[in-house]
């Protein structure tokens, strides 16, 4: 007990745990302040026209299927439909009707739209007579709202590494680490007194962003709370490693960067680009931080049940990471 007792007053003194701890709970609070981002814009067509080239016929048939930017001049034009930051399709008039421009670096359904568009405006009287049925337009931007509360929650449970790490690079810095080996103490305490504080602070940072960035009922708050466990426990796991691997303050900076790194890059890469892909999945897996992160997306859109998955993952990465710890230690004690 007093152990923990000291590795509380350590965590005090450090600054850059301090910092780690307040930094997702203060990026929720700031999300939360500015408002749910609006990404509904960004899937609906935009078209920009010059100034007195095409008619206000013309200019009122293409505000039925997008927005319409008016530009002055025609290099005004090419500029905003070249603009990297855009998907604008150009619309000028032309002998048959109209034609369009693009930069090129459009997605695949504005190039489909705009090599449309010529046709469509040609036929536009009989289309007029002919009966339509509007069906409800699938939001291809959906499930991606909540990508940024997820990966803040990611980075919040990361902390638990940094924690753990840094309390056992700055014992080494300071000759603690000397002391320890000669103390009468186990691997399974020594285990314990360092993953209680990254464990600990991982958690409480954790549980306050999600309570900043979700609002869950009592059962799906129940699944993240699980969730922020499993994942708070393998963080801290990391850490360990990371700290005995690391012989400087240095050196561990750039392992810590470097896990966080492959914390946060994986579970992205496994949600926008390993869909279908089964082998890619399975190597994403890996990584703790993917499943943590897939099994939050899944609280966060309403279900509770997809989420128990994740919770096997993780509690399968802790129990093999602690076992492979502990036989490690158990074989250097040996030697």
């Not at 960067?257 to 949600?271: D, G, Q, S, T």
């Amino acid at each position: 007990m007093k152990g923990l007792v000291y590795q509380l007053k350590s965590v005090r003194k450090d600054k850059f745990c301090i910092m780690s701890f307040l930094l997702p709970v203060m990026v929720a609070i700031l999300m939360n302040a500015a408002g749910s981002i609006d990404l509904s814009s960004l899937g609906e067509l935009q078209f920009g026209v010059i100034a007195g080239d095409v008619t206000s016929e013309t200019e009122r048939w293409l505000e039925r299927y997008g927005s319409v930017m008016v530009c002055q001049t025609r290099e005004e034009l090419i500029l905003a439909v070249n603009d990297p930051s855009t998907n604008l399709i150009g619309v000028e008039m032309d002998k048959k009707g109209i034609k369009t421009m693009l930069s090129g670096d459009e997605l695949a359904v504005w190039q489909q739209t705009a090599q449309t568009l010529p046709a469509l405006y040609r036929h536009r009287k009989k289309a007029a007579q002919a009966d339509v049925q509007i069906l409800e337009r699938p939001d291809i931007l959906a499930g991606y709202q909540h990508i940024f509360p997820a990966m803040t929650l990611v980075a919040a449970m990361f902390m638990g590494c940094t924690f753990t790490a840094m309390n056992i690079i700055s014992e080494k810095e300071d000759g603690i680490a000397f002391i320890n080996e000669i103390l009468p103490m186990s691997a399974k305490e020594y285990l314990l007194q360092k993953i209680f504080i990254g464990f600990v602070f991982g958690c409480l940072s954790t549980v306050v962003t999600a309570a900043v960035c979700f609002r869950l009922p009592p059962a799906r708050a129940a699944a993240m709370l699980a969730l922020i466990l499993l994942s708070a426990f393998a963080a801290s796991l990391a850490g360990l490693f990371v700290g005995r691997l690391s012989d400087g303050l240095m050196e561990g900076v750039v392992y810590i960067k470097i896990v966080m790194i492959v914390f946060m890059a994986v579970p992205l890469l496994n949600y926008l680009a390993a869909e279908g892909n089964k082998v890619l999945t399975l190597i994403c897996c890996l990584v703790p931080s993917s499943a943590a992160f897939e099994g939050i997306m899944v609280l966060a859109d309403g279900s509770e049940s997809g989420a128990g998955k994740d919770m096997v993952i993780l509690a399968v990465h802790c129990a093999v990471w602690l076992l492979l710890y502990l036989s490690l230690a158990k074989r250097r004690k040996k030697r």
